[in-house]
Every structure is written in C-alpha cells, then in structure tokens.
C-alpha cells in the first residue's frame, strides 16, 4: 500500500479513522520518528526504543523522556524555571 503525499505515514489507514484522527496520529508518529538532539553529546542521533525510553546511538546514552519525544514541553518549562531560579541566588 502506497503513502500518498498528503496523508503521509497515516495512509495505511486507509478510508477509517476520519481525518481529524489521522491528522493527530501524522503530526505524533512524524515528530517520534525523526532524529532528536541528544543531551549528552549533542548530535541528532537519539531515537526511541519504547515508550518513554530514548537512546542515542552515537554515544550509547540511555535516558527516560516522554512516551513521543524525548523532551515534554513541562519538562523544558521546568528545566528553564530552575536555571532562573539557579541565576538569581
């Protein structure tokens, strides 16, 4: 079954789901699957190996993220609040 360009990596749906569904599923699946930014070394390597488990495969670092990417928004919030908080003491 081919993918076509504007249903992506949901065409294997096919007919079922509605569009709605098969558009959060796309816009979910495609940022899981793309390369991220490891924290350790820095490169785009880290894929994901189960929910919520990411590796990099440069340096072999394992680390726990979200269930889809490997850095919620919350967890970058709360990264930023505590650097602020670490600057002004």
């Keep these: ?46 894929k994901r190996q189960a929910a919520g488990i990411w590796k990099c495969r440069k340096c072999g670092a394992v680390f726990t993220g979200g269930a889809y990417v490997p850095e919620t928004p919350m967890a970058k919030s709360a990264a930023r609040n505590i650097r602020n908080v670490n600057v002004e003491e």
């Design 1 to 46: 079954m081919a993918r076509t360009k504007k249903v992506g990596i949901t065409g294997r749906f096919g007919a079922r789901y509605g569009r709605k569904a098969k558009r959060s599923v796309k816009m979910i699946e495609e940022n899981m699957k793309k390369n991220h930014v490891c924290p350790r070394c820095d490169r785009p390597y880290v």
